[in-house]
């Protein structure tokens, strides 16, 4: 036991520490006496609101760690709030910081800020603003657009600063790719208890992710950067060993996913990655492209005819899975996604220019439903997802502007994947080959969004805006080296307000 001296030298030294333990104990005593549970929470609140205060980059990294064990609220039956816990309350206190930051005028990097994704995002958002002033339900157009602000912000503005190299650029993979795995995981054992049947691939990574089809095409966004993680010639043999198992799980995970839009978007991604590795330059993809949907449209009754011919269901077999992609006849998948469509064209049809309000598709869609288009799974509850469009939910929602703002972004982005890409071909083959995957990452999710939609959920949207913000910061570095004739280096990371990141 220490002495009166010795203890009267102690208690002032850590005189912060007995008082922060004291003032504890009567909280947790105080919350278990009065069974208000949330009150014992208030120190955790406390310490994430200082670390907010004094390192946001790390809180912003922990949180990265956290998307893909996030639990939605509404799935859990807590509350009836679509709300994932613990990041999106998290993003939004760094929203309103973010937000803090702008009115004391603290301003962004002045080239990430002129970087034309960022001018494409801001755009974005001018007109989500301008569409909820008109909407239909201007209460729910107003929780989507404060929604994609926390996302956007969050994965975006405050992350790029801190992707500004590769060494940082792959901790943010691994940040996300490490519990993500243990995902994979859970969801196998528990599909194996299940004998891998398709019906249950449906719903056994739940309660993490909502449906096989979110999972499979965040799975599918981080399938070639995890290769080109593997494909790294400095890596040590133990770090290569542990990427090998890591892309084999995700693989696995990939396939047993049973989600074929996720199949699609790897493969037609794996397509054009090949045709880029061999040169092939953006605007002569875009024009055989254009020329390849004009032949389409010339066939288009023959190609109908053919794909009603095929009457494939979804099924346990993955070849059988696979031919099931083209059936437009009988599988009720297929058929509900084109009453989707169908529903979303009709919206836009009635409110062309300024759509019907952000986030209201599936609240006024169903009286558009056509007898001939319904299906089996169709509902009139608005309780089974959206336009599964990412390019025709903005249409019916926000007119003409908003899907082309979808399709402005996904030009720019290829513009600068292509970019990127090319001019490291020239300096470090790795370093292109990253580069290549992390366009090819975020591509997936454009093809995918020909089917789904998913940036409503935090899954998606940290690596979609992540992935964005890494390839901005690579197109900055190389911008940077080119005006200097040196070689390609980073931009030196500013804090996310602006200031130097505290360190």
């Given at each position: 036991m220490?002495s009166?001296?010795?203890?009267?030298?102690?208690?002032?030294?850590?005189?912060t520490?007995?008082?922060v333990?004291?003032?504890?104990?009567?909280?947790?005593?105080a919350a278990?006496?009065t069974?208000?549970?949330?009150?014992?929470?208030?120190?955790?609140?406390?310490?994430?609101?200082?670390?907010?205060?004094?390192?946001?980059d790390?809180?912003?990294?922990?949180?990265?760690a956290t998307?893909p064990?996030?639990?939605n609220l509404?799935?859990l039956?807590?509350g009836g709030?679509?709300?994932y816990?613990?990041?999106?309350?998290?993003?939004?206190g760094?929203?309103l910081l973010?937000?803090?930051?702008?009115?004391?005028?603290?301003?962004?990097n002045a080239?990430?800020?002129?970087h034309?994704?960022?001018?494409?995002?801001?755009?974005?958002?001018?007109w989500?603003?301008?569409?909820?002033?008109?909407s239909?339900?201007?209460?729910?157009s107003v929780?989507?657009?404060?929604?994609?602000?926390?996302?956007?912000v969050?994965?975006f503005?405050?992350l790029?600063?801190l992707?500004?190299?590769?060494?940082k650029q792959?901790?943010?993979?691994?940040?996300y790719l490490?519990?993500?795995?243990a995902?994979i995981?859970?969801?196998?054992?528990?599909?194996?208890?299940?004998?891998?049947e398709?019906?249950?691939?449906?719903?056994v990574?739940d309660?993490f992710?909502?449906?096989?089809?979110?999972y499979?095409?965040?799975l599918?966004?981080f399938?070639?950067?995890?290769l080109a993680l593997l494909?790294?010639?400095?890596?040590?043999?133990?770090?290569k060993?542990?990427l090998?198992?890591a892309?084999?799980?995700?693989?696995?995970?990939?396939?047993?996913?049973?989600?074929?839009?996720?199949?699609?978007?790897?493969a037609?991604?794996?397509?054009?990655?090949?045709?880029?590795?061999?040169?092939?330059?953006?605007?002569t993809?875009?024009g055989?492209?254009i020329?390849g949907?004009?032949?389409?449209f010339?066939?288009?009754?023959?190609?109908?005819?053919?794909?009603?011919?095929?009457d494939q269901?979804s099924?346990?077999?993955?070849?059988?899975?696979v031919?099931?992609?083209?059936n437009?006849?009988?599988?009720?998948?297929?058929?509900?996604?084109?009453?989707?469509?169908?529903?979303?064209?009709?919206l836009?049809?009635?409110?062309?220019?300024v759509g019907?309000?952000p986030?209201?598709y599936?609240?006024?869609?169903?009286?558009l439903?056509r007898?001939e288009?319904?299906?089996?799974?169709?509902?009139n509850?608005?309780?089974?997802?959206?336009?599964?469009?990412?390019?025709?939910?903005p249409?019916a929602e926000?007119?003409?502007?908003?899907?082309?703002?979808?399709?402005?972004?996904?030009?720019?982005t290829?513009?600068?994947g292509?970019?990127?890409?090319?001019?490291?071909r020239?300096?470090?083959r790795?370093?292109?080959?990253?580069?290549?995957s992390?366009?090819?990452g975020?591509?997936?999710?454009?093809?995918?969004?020909?089917?789904?939609?998913?940036l409503?959920?935090?899954?998606?949207?940290?690596p979609?805006?992540?992935f964005?913000?890494?390839?901005?910061m690579?197109?900055?570095?190389?911008?940077r080296?080119?005006?200097?004739a040196?070689p390609?280096?980073?931009l030196d990371p500013?804090?996310?307000?602006g200031?130097p990141?505290?360190?």
């Open positions: 220490p009166g001296n010795g203890l009267r030298l102690w208690l002032p030294e850590h005189r520490a007995v008082a333990a004291i003032g504890y104990a009567v909280l947790l005593g278990i006496a069974q208000t549970w949330p009150v014992a929470a208030l120190p955790l609140v406390v310490g994430v609101v200082a670390l907010a205060l004094a390192r946001r790390l809180l912003l990294l922990g949180l990265v998307v064990l996030s639990l509404e799935q039956e807590i709030v679509g709300l816990l613990p990041t999106e309350p998290l993003l939004f760094l929203l973010f937000l803090l930051d702008r009115l004391r005028g603290i301003r962004l080239s990430l800020e002129a034309p994704i960022t001018r494409c995002i801001q755009v974005m958002f001018v989500l603003a301008l569409t909820t002033l008109t239909s339900d201007p209460m729910v929780k989507f657009l404060i929604a994609r602000g926390w996302f956007v969050g994965f503005f405050l790029a600063p992707v500004t190299g590769e060494r792959e901790r943010f993979v691994l940040l490490i519990p993500l795995l995902v995981v859970y969801t196998v054992v528990r599909h194996a208890g299940y004998g891998f398709k019906q249950a691939g449906h719903w990574m309660p992710f909502k449906d096989h089809t979110s499979g095409a965040v599918a966004m399938w070639f950067p995890s494909l790294k010639p400095s890596r040590s043999g133990i770090g060993l542990g090998t198992v892309f084999t799980v995700l693989t696995v995970g990939l396939i047993l996913s049973f989600t074929r839009a996720a199949w699609v978007s790897v037609a991604a794996a397509g054009i990655g090949a045709l880029m590795m061999f040169g092939v330059r953006l605007r993809l875009l055989t492209g020329l949907l004009l032949m389409l010339l066939v288009w009754d023959q190609l109908l005819i053919s794909l009603e011919r095929n269901d099924s346990d077999d993955l070849t059988e899975h031919e099931s992609i083209s437009v006849s009988s599988d009720a998948s297929n058929l509900e996604r084109i009453n989707r469509w169908s529903c979303a064209v009709a836009w049809q009635e409110r062309p220019l019907w309000g986030g209201t599936q609240f006024v869609y169903a009286p439903q007898s288009h319904r299906t089996i799974i169709s509902t509850n608005a309780d089974r997802g959206n336009a599964h469009s990412e390019y025709l939910g249409l926000q007119g003409v502007p908003g899907a082309l703002i979808v399709l402005v972004l996904l030009w720019w290829s513009v600068v292509f970019r990127v890409h090319r001019a490291l020239h300096q470090d790795w370093r292109s080959w990253w580069a290549l992390i366009y090819l975020v591509l997936t999710y454009f093809i995918h969004g020909v089917l789904n939609n998913y409503d959920t935090d899954k998606a949207s940290a979609f805006w992540g964005l913000a890494m390839l901005v690579m197109d900055v570095g190389l911008r080296s080119e005006s200097s040196g390609y280096r980073p500013p804090s996310p307000g200031a990141i505290p360190r």
